[in-house]
């Protein structure tokens, strides 16, 4: 008998081991599962033009604007907002949990376009404002904070008024909401007074600087340009080596050019820079 309790026993013990381990194998496997919802939490995307434009992500068809979701999918994302004849084209990146704000004024001449970009970014703080010209005064609430690009470390938690102006660009007025969870980032098109037709007569202005780039040499002898910014996207023509086009827009790895009297997108990878 003494021998068969000791069987017992460490039976016992064998099957107390067994559950343990059950125990924290469930465990591991439901704190895995809430890491990964959490992980996967969809982001927000709101997007408004003037005039109303059909908005596209990823090449998909989400609506006309204003648009509002805040069920897509978080990360980086090709935008189009789409009208008639103009278009705005640019890399987003949405992060989980959060709203990303897009604000655009269309026009059929870049120059003439205005907008900002408004989103968060998790694990830093402050407000970063960069603008298109650069080098554009900030006034935030009524007080003056420089010249874009620029960190504002002082703001409280809460909603302001942003203004940039530049020389020779119409003032851009927009509303933001910060937090100390996150930087918030505000990427701001100012529009041209000259591309707007806003200049009166005689009147001197500091003509913006364009930026040129020249096509280096490539494996075909030639690089496509294309309607839109995506291997995909119709060509409307070619460019060769050598050639200097003027750049009015540049988002990730492509660059829209003037060519032949029209817009077009090229490939960064075989461009390089010139002086104007």
Known sequence: MP???SITKHQSQVVKKILLIIYLLLLTILL?????????KPAALQVTST???SVFLDGKHLGKTPFY?????AGSHSIKISASQTSYVDKITLTSG????????????FMAQSGENLWLEPGLTGTLIISRPSDAYITIDGKSYGKTAKLVQDLEDGDHKVQ??????????????TSSKYRLIADVTIASQIAKGQVAPN??????????IEITKTPQGFLRVRKDASLTSDEIGRVSTGDQLEVIQ???????????????????????????
Do not use: H, M
């Open 3 to 5: 021998a068969l309790a």
């Open 98 to 109: 959060t709203l990303t704000v897009i604000n655009r004024e269309l026009a059929d001449n």
């Open 250 to 276: 540049e988002t990730g790895e492509w660059v829209k050019v003037i060519f032949e009297g029209k817009q077009g997108w090229i490939s960064k990878t075989y461009t390089k820079e010139i002086g104007n």
């Open 32 to 40: 895995s599962g809430c890491s990964t919802v959490s992980f996967n």
């Open 69 to 73: 979701s805040d069920q897509i999918t």
């Open 203 to 212: 009147t001197p202005l500091t003509l913006p600087q364009t930026k040129k």
């Open 51 to 53: 005039p109303q434009a």
């Open 164 to 177: 940039l102006t530049a020389d020779g660009f119409i003032p851009r007025e927009f509303a933001i909401k």
